[in-house]
């Protein structure tokens, strides 16, 4: 046995004994069998040009192909393929073994940690757009030993097969709505893992298949990099003061001058007078946060920020990378960053114009409504586009190309 061989075995099981107790952190258990898969596969063999230490002790995505400044592809971090390969065994009755599996966007790594799982009796079918990357999936799968998984070069938008039927759909690059064709290769019963976009903000939604509908199970907060093809939809950024943005992706129209101007008047805080404990899942609160508020005000979106921004005191988001936020009548309103008080925190709104005092206290309204609540958390049902208003569960809806997607509220 080489030394190489050694080294990636003790680095592969430090990895997962880490990956186990971020999961215990946040209140979450991987799955025995997910930790043994991870135990296996050699993820440097699928990151090539990457040293072994960076291949097992990165906590993030490493990118195997970019165009221009764009990523394209990667192999996704490793914390988070272990958390959707969870709720995919957590959402079918009976776990994966013997399952027949199609993954949405190539790369091998998650192939080989898929038919691992699904065993000797189970098949793993894997499909991306991108013919240079199936490429590679075959010759980093075949180099692992896992000759058996079968490669597509297709576009996933359309059928990958003609009459084939999975138990599971995985999907690793980030969609903003659920193609018919990904329905129909769903079994009864079945369920689709997929990084879908509602409001501007992707959650990996475990979702399983009852008729025509799929009703999610869990969700977790996730990035991916953009579908390409038929099934791409451009998320729009426009900038609204140096270094500030906002991310535009349900169709909203924003006059960004405007809005730039109303970041120089004053500053309007408000709390929600919560003391909240450190696992408090706050991207429940930013899906409640735009639900809620859509019938409210004239447009909700996403604030984005560089840090240079947030240090100049220009905004005060609660998360830099994105945080709800509102515009209605001339005022502009967004979740703040978080007052702590020793161990637990409260919640907040900033908010600049006219009636911007007003608007703070309307946020941070619905933020206690959401403690008083229970904390929900969101449940996404996704129906065909077309379906009637009397057929849609009660919540809100979103209307995108392929279907309706409605979002309601569960206590956690």
């Known amino acids: 046995m080489s030394i190489d061989t050694v080294s990636s075995q003790r680095l592969r099981e430090a990895m997962v004994d880490q990956l186990v107790a971020d999961h215990e952190a946040k209140g979450l258990v991987m799955r025995p069998e997910v930790q043994a898969a991870l135990r296996v596969v050699p993820r440097e063999l699928y990151t090539p040009g990457v040293s072994l230490v960076e291949a097992y002790c990165s906590d993030s995505?490493?990118?195997?192909?970019?165009?221009?400044?764009?990523?394209?592809?990667?192999?996704?971090?490793?914390?988070?393929?272990?958390?959707?390969?969870?709720?995919?065994?957590?959402?079918?009755?009976?776990?994966?073994?013997?399952?027949?599996?199609?993954?949405?966007?190539?790369?091998?790594?998650?192939?080989s940690l898929l038919r691992e799982l699904v065993g000797p009796s189970g098949s793993v079918t894997t499909v991306d757009i991108d013919p240079e990357v199936t490429e590679r999936a075959v010759a980093c799968l075949a180099a692992a030993g896992y000759s058996d998984?079968?490669?597509?070069?297709a576009d996933a938008e359309q059928p990958v097969t003609s009459d084939?039927?999975?138990?599971?759909?995985?999907?690793?690059?980030?969609?903003?709505?659920?193609?018919?064709?990904?329905?129909?290769?769903?079994?009864?019963?079945?369920?689709?893992?997929?990084?879908?976009?509602?409001?501007?903000?992707?959650?990996?939604w475990a979702l399983r298949r009852d008729g025509d509908?799929?009703?999610?199970?869990?969700?977790?907060?996730?990035?991916?990099?953009?579908?390409?093809?038929?099934?791409?939809?451009?998320?729009?950024?426009?900038?609204?003061?140096?270094?500030?943005?906002?991310?535009?992706?349900?169709?909203?129209?924003?006059?960004?001058?405007?809005?730039?101007?109303?970041?120089?008047?004053?500053?309007?805080?408000?709390?929600?007078?919560?003391?909240?404990?450190?696992?408090?899942?706050?991207?429940?609160?930013?899906?409640?946060?735009?639900?809620?508020?859509?019938?409210?005000?004239?447009?909700?979106?996403?604030?984005?920020?560089?840090?240079?921004?947030?240090?100049?005191?220009?905004?005060?988001?609660?998360?830099?990378?994105?945080?709800?936020?509102?515009?209605?009548?001339?005022?502009?309103?967004?979740?703040?960053?978080?007052?702590?008080s020793g161990d637990v925190f409260d919640v907040g709104a900033c908010?600049?114009?006219?009636?911007?005092?007003?608007?703070a206290a309307r946020m941070v309204a619905q933020m206690r409504a959401w403690v008083d609540a229970g904390e929900p958390s969101a449940v996404l049902s996704v129906l065909p586009a077309g379906t009637p208003d009397g057929d849609v569960p009660a919540g809100t809806v979103l209307d995108k190309r392929h279907s309706r997607m409605v979002l309601t509220f569960t206590p956690a």
């Open 213 to 340: 509908r799929l009703v999610s199970r869990s969700d977790r907060l996730c990035g991916f990099v953009a579908m390409q093809g038929a099934g791409a939809h451009e998320v729009r950024y426009v900038d609204i003061a140096q270094g500030v943005h906002l991310r535009l992706d349900e169709g909203q129209q924003v006059d960004a001058t405007s809005v730039g101007g109303l970041l120089a008047l004053p500053r309007e805080q408000a709390w929600a007078g919560a003391s909240l404990p450190p696992r408090t899942v706050l991207a429940d609160l930013d899906l409640w946060l735009a639900a809620r508020l859509r019938d409210e005000v004239d447009e909700v979106m996403v604030l984005t920020a560089q840090q240079d921004a947030v240090d100049a005191g220009v905004v005060a988001p609660a998360w830099r990378f994105g945080t709800p936020a509102a515009l209605h009548g001339g005022t502009f309103v967004y979740r703040s960053a978080l007052r702590w």
């Open 61 to 111: 995505a490493v990118i195997t192909k970019k165009r221009g400044d764009e990523t394209v592809s990667s192999v996704s971090a490793p914390w988070l393929i272990a958390e959707m390969l969870d709720q995919a065994a957590d959402a079918l009755e009976g776990g994966l073994a013997g399952r027949h599996v199609l993954e949405i966007g190539s790369g091998g790594y998650n192939a």
């Open 149 to 153: 998984v079968t490669v597509v070069c």
């Open 164 to 204: 084939r039927r999975f138990d599971l759909i995985i999907v690793t690059v980030g969609a903003w709505d659920v193609p018919p064709a990904w329905i129909a290769h769903l079994a009864e019963g079945g369920v689709l893992v997929a990084p879908v976009r509602t409001f501007g903000m992707t959650r990996s």
């Open 351 to 359: 908010a600049h114009g006219p009636d911007a005092a007003v608007w």
